[in-house]
């Protein structure tokens, strides 16, 4: 019976591939969003996990840096630099804003840099230099090419205008993309004079960040300090939350699709193999037997499915920011093991109509003409 399975399924290669194209279809769209989804979490959180502090001081109650505000007074960056175990306390500002480049607005995160606090800085550079004077600004290179904005040229924040100078590379996010500015410029726009926005503390060496983290909490009043091992904990957690439902949506949505095509795939050849699942059934082959290789016809097609889908999430998805640089992709291996355990679910959930249609063939029918 497993023979005749295999062969009536191989025995139409076309019909198999197309099905399995078409499965593969579905479950790529899962791949891709799912990569999307990923990719763009990590990169929103870009900044802060390049600057690899050892704390993170900001206001109160705040826990985390994207779509986050925090303000604290620059007074308490002078005393938590004084606290013993600190090594260096490198302050900025940060907020988001609508930018203008070339007449089109989009939403982008500022970084408003001290003199001489590279630190706090693009960890790395493009083309151009850094900031020297006020007014300037340093944008993505991938900025720069869909927004068709080069060294020289200007863009407005909100209602300053700023030269750019450099282009950063790594901060560019289609939900995040990071801007750094002057601190007097940003100070002007928030009208935020005295205060900071977040402080980066380096420690010295052998001191555990944890404790200090603590100590600084219980030091200086209305501040909230965390590692920076926490701090991206908390920034990543936010940054996937935004997501989560869409992604959700759309491998229920595939995943459905994938059933359907399985579905109809056993269900067109049982409907051409009537006639031959009739004659089995006449000479004896009980109805386990004969679901059991509808079944793993149905596992064959989704199987097929699942590795073109797999093969083209390994060797093309990663290639495609490319061509559009904007794009974030990054693929979970860990996301394609889930997704096969979600095809073998698929498989036998596709074959439950042609399973019913073969309880439904009778054997008599192998005797009409």
């Known amino acids: 019976?497993?023979?005749?399975?295999?062969?009536?399924?191989?025995?139409?290669?076309?019909?198999?591939?197309?099905?399995?194209?078409?499965?593969a279809s579905a479950f790529i769209l899962v791949i891709f969003f799912d990569s999307v989804w990923r990719g763009e979490s990590v990169q929103v959180v870009a900044y802060?996990?390049?600057?690899?502090?050892?704390?993170?001081?900001?206001?109160?109650?705040?826990g985390n840096m994207h779509m986050a505000m925090s303000f604290i007074w620059d007074w308490k960056a002078k005393?938590?630099?004084?606290?013993?175990?600190?090594?260096?306390v490198t302050p900025i500002l940060y907020t988001s804003s609508i930018i203008t480049v070339n007449n089109k607005e989009m939403f982008a995160f500022i970084v408003?840099?001290?003199?001489?606090?590279?630190?706090?800085?693009?960890?790395?550079?493009?083309?151009?230099?850094?900031?020297?004077?006020?007014?300037?600004?340093?944008?993505?290179?991938?900025?720069?090419?869909?927004?068709?904005?080069?060294?020289?040229?200007?863009?407005?924040?909100?209602?300053?205008?700023?030269?750019v100078t450099g282009l950063t590379k790594g901060t560019f996010s289609s939900a995040n993309t990071v801007l750094f500015v002057p601190f007097s410029n940003l100070d002007k726009i928030l009208s935020s004079s005295g205060t900071y926005s977040y402080l980066l503390v380096d420690t010295e060496e052998s001191i555990d960040a944890k404790k200090l983290a603590k100590k600084i909490?219980?030091?200086?009043?209305?501040?909230?300090?965390?590692?920076?091992?926490?701090?991206?904990?908390?920034?990543?957690?936010?940054?996937?939350?935004?997501?989560?439902?869409?992604?959700?949506?759309?491998?229920?949505?595939?995943s459905v699709l994938a059933a359907l095509i399985v579905a109809f795939t056993s269900y067109s050849l049982i409907m051409r193999k009537r006639k031959e699942l009739?004659?089995?059934?006449?000479?004896?082959?009980?109805?386990?037997?004969?679901?059991?290789?509808?079944?793993?016809?149905?596992?064959?097609?989704?199987?097929?499915?699942?590795?073109?889908?797999?093969?083209?999430?390994?060797?093309?998805?990663?290639t495609l920011p490319?061509?559009?640089p904007q794009l974030t992709l990054l693929v979970s291996i860990d996301a394609i093991i889930q997704l096969g355990l979600i095809a073998l679910i698929?498989?036998?959930?596709?074959?439950?109509?042609?399973?019913?249609?073969?309880?439904?063939?009778?054997?008599?029918?192998?005797?009409?003409?």
């Open 217 to 254: 909490k219980n030091d200086v009043a209305k501040v909230n300090a965390l590692t920076h091992k926490e701090f991206i904990a908390n920034d990543l957690s936010m940054a996937k939350q935004m997501g989560v439902e869409i992604i959700v949506m759309m491998t229920i949505i595939c």
């Open 112 to 163: 408003g840099l001290l003199p001489g606090t590279q630190r706090a800085g693009p960890w790395e550079m493009s083309a151009g230099r850094q900031i020297e004077n006020p007014g300037e600004v340093l944008i993505p290179d991938v900025l720069s090419k869909i927004g068709n904005i080069n060294i020289g040229d200007s863009l407005q924040i909100i209602d300053q205008t700023f030269t």
């Open 322 to 324: 490319q061509f559009i």
């Open 48 to 62: 802060p996990d390049n600057m690899k502090p050892d704390i993170w001081v900001m206001q109160s109650g705040v």
């Open 278 to 318: 009739a004659i089995i059934k006449a000479l004896g082959v009980n109805n386990r037997t004969v679901l059991y290789s509808v079944t793993a016809q149905s596992i064959i097609v989704t199987l097929s499915g699942f590795i073109l889908a797999t093969a083209f999430a390994i060797f093309v998805i990663p």
């Open 79 to 88: 005393k938590i630099e004084k606290i013993e175990g600190v090594k260096k």
């Open 346 to 369: 698929v498989s036998i959930a596709g074959a439950l109509i042609p399973a019913y249609m073969v309880l439904r063939v009778d054997p008599a029918t192998a005797f009409h003409v």
């Open 1 to 23: 019976m497993f023979k005749w399975a295999w062969k009536s399924l191989f025995n139409q290669p076309g019909h198999l591939l197309g099905s399995a194209l078409g499965i």
